[in-house]
């Protein structure tokens, strides 16, 4: 088992940065490759980005390509979101959860959801 808890988020200008934080309880944390997502309202859950288990490798939605960087450290079973260069259009909440089954992009093969936290990005 493993909970989740998201932090970090908060108002931000176009063009300024955030770190968000997801902090995992549980043993298994590192043996699981972990995933950010976001849902802004009106939409569906979409994948922003994904981290193998050892952070070896990592891989982006094309919209935050060169912008958000993945990382997590298994020490203090913490995984973060760098979000730089942010954009009107990154506004939403953001989710992290383990990646369960094969798809490393579906939401549907993720789990363990945190309670997400809201970024708001002012143009």
């Known amino acids: 088992q493993v909970q989740l808890v998201e932090s970090g988020g908060g108002l931000v200008q176009a063009g300024g940065s955030l770190r968000l934080s997801c902090a995992a309880s549980?043993?298994?944390?590192?043996?699981?490759?972990m995933g950010w997502f976001r849902q802004a309202p009106g939409l569906e859950r979409e994948f922003v980005a994904r981290?193998?288990?050892?952070?070896?490798?990592?891989e982006y939605a094309d919209s935050v390509k060169g912008r958000f960087t993945i990382s997590r450290d298994n020490v203090k079973n913490t995984v973060y979101l760098q979000m730089n260069s942010l954009k009107a259009e990154d506004t939403a909440a953001y989710y992290c959860?383990?990646?369960?089954?094969?798809?490393?992009?579906?939401?549907?093969?993720?789990?363990?959801w945190g309670q997400g936290t809201q970024v708001t990005v002012s143009s």
């Open positions: 959860a383990v990646n369960l089954r094969g798809s490393r992009r579906s939401k549907d093969d993720y789990g363990y």
């Open positions: 549980g043993r298994t944390f590192s043996s699981y490759a």
């Open positions: 981290i193998s288990w050892s952070g070896g490798y990592t």
